[in-house]
């Protein structure tokens, strides 16, 4: 007859399974930087798409304008750049208006939507700080997500105006050849309707080529102002914007407590 070991019980839970200790932190779980790691290439994939996006828009807007010039060019040469030539230009330049004020506001939008991108990696390098701090020298890019953490990622690295920065970027270049196109538009159709001088309908083209794309400008800025005041920073540094980023958002909105992007 074999004699049987005595069995030692396990420590009784109120839910009657085996106790197991719970972390103090996320970050003390091993599997937290796999999950980081995984969240931060998620980030610089959808962010890899979206700037795609935005060269194969602006790319087919260039290319549809590029095309109506060769067109204009062809029917002018053909018609001795007379009504016909005229009524089809108003019939082709609204097109490429279209095409390039849709590619305008997609631009716009994936501006604000990298901007969250953006955000979120740096919520992740903040992480990072967290369970190492000591690689906080080898980091270039922000580890805070406000707009200061934000506009250290993107590069900017000394003061500027926003407006002046708004201009050489895709968004802004594709308003100015809107407002050239709007001006072409106005130009033509005054000279062929009201019949007016040459320097009348240039006076007027021009008036719209200015203003379209400050409203475009004005445009951006306002939906910059709501996105930086709907947007709700976890992780703040003490450092301020070089393009004054800061003062899009509403002073009272930004005292709020940390809340989702966009909530």
């Known amino acids: ?10 420590p009784a839970t109120g839910s009657g399974e085996p106790h197991h200790a719970k972390p103090d932190s996320p ?7 796999q999950i980081l790691a995984t969240e931060h290439w998620s980030l610089l994939a959808t962010r890899s798409l ?15 304008v590029s095309a109506t010039a060769v067109a ?8 001795d750049f007379g009504d016909r030539f005229v009524a089809f230009a108003l019939v082709m330049l609204p097109v490429d208006l279209f095409v390039g004020l ?7 939008e994936v ?10 990696m740096n919520r992740i390098r903040h992480a990072y700080l967290e369970v190492n701090p000591a690689l906080a020298p080898y980091f270039i890019t922000g580890a805070t997500d406000d707009p200061a953490g934000m506009e250290k990622t993107f590069g900017i690295h000394r003061p500027g105006n926003a407006l002046a920065h ?3 970027t895709m968004p802004g270049m594709v308003a100015v050849i809107d407002g050239v196109l709007a001006g072409l538009i106005v130009g033509l159709a005054v000279n062929a309707v009201a019949h007016m001088a040459m320097q009348e309908a240039i006076i007027a083209g021009a008036v719209v080529g200015v203003i379209l794309p400050t409203v475009l400008a004005l445009r951006s800025q306002r939906s910059l102002r709501w996105l930086m005041g709907a947007y709700r920073p976890r992780f703040r540094s003490d450092g301020t914007t070089h393009h004054g980023w800061d003062d899009l958002a509403d002073p ?10 966009g909530s």
């Open 1 to 10: 007859m074999t004699e049987q070991l005595p069995r030692h019980p396990e």
């Open 166 to 168: 708004w201009i050489v």
């Open 27 to 33: 970050l003390d779980d091993p599997r937290t930087l």
């Open 50 to 64: 979206s700037w795609s996006e935005s060269f194969a828009r602006a790319g087919l807007f260039l290319s549809v």
């Open 252 to 261: 009272d909105r930004r005292k709020d407590g940390p809340r989702q992007p």
């Open 102 to 108: 849709a590619t305008f506001t997609r631009l716009d």
């Open 111 to 120: 501006n604000g939507e990298d901007a969250i991108w953006v955000a979120g």
């Open 72 to 79: 204009l060019a062809l029917v002018g040469q053909a018609t």
